[in-house]
């Protein structure tokens, strides 16, 4: 049985890595004890709100105010948010509806109150634009050439447009 003085001395940091087998696995299985930490410092248990905050508030909202830290208490929880300078006073009127729609998204009476912060957002970098696919490929690209296996053929074709388009 671990000692209570060894759970209380580890608590709130970043958990040992995982032993390496030689093999490859997905990223997010070793991120996901070092997120849920990060997560659970500012309050979200569930991550759900941040990841999604844009559809759970809608575009405008999402803009000018982002959560930062969800507190729970026995009168219900009160979400923290970072607004724009000047959004705050709008947001304070828009109370009631927004934490409407955080807990019929969530599914539960998550939030009781929201609390502003003001200061300036990051600004989140654009999706890249969706280039359109390069026309057929000359005759003459070796990529036309390869007689191996469909899968590897398709694959070299794909690159061969796609460098043509870089070009």
Not at 28 to 50: E, I, K, M, Q
Not at 85 to 106: K, Q, V, W
Request: charged letters at 30%; proline letters at 13%.
């Amino acid at each position: 049985m671990p000692d209570q003085r060894e759970d209380k001395k580890n608590q709130g940091k970043i958990p040992p890595a995982p032993p390496r087998r030689n093999w490859v696995e997905p990223v997010a299985r070793s991120v996901a004890p070092l997120t849920a930490l990060a997560f659970a410092r500012a309050g979200f248990r569930d991550p759900t709100l941040l990841l999604r905050w844009e559809e759970i508030a809608g575009p405008e909202v999402a803009r000018i105010a982002r959560p930062i830290k969800l507190s729970e208490s026995a009168h219900g929880g009160v979400l923290t948010l970072k607004a724009e300078p000047g959004a705050a006073l709008f947001l304070s009127h828009e109370t009631r509806a927004l934490c409407g729609r955080i807990n019929d998204y969530l599914g539960r009476e998550a939030v009781h109150k929201l609390r502003f912060v003001q200061g300036a957002l990051v600004e989140r970098p654009p999706k890249p634009p969706h280039r359109a696919p390069s026309g057929p490929l000359p005759p003459h690209d070796p990529a036309t050439k390869f007689t191996g296996p469909e899968k590897v053929r398709e694959s070299l074709l794909r690159f061969a447009r796609a460098r043509r388009r870089v070009d």
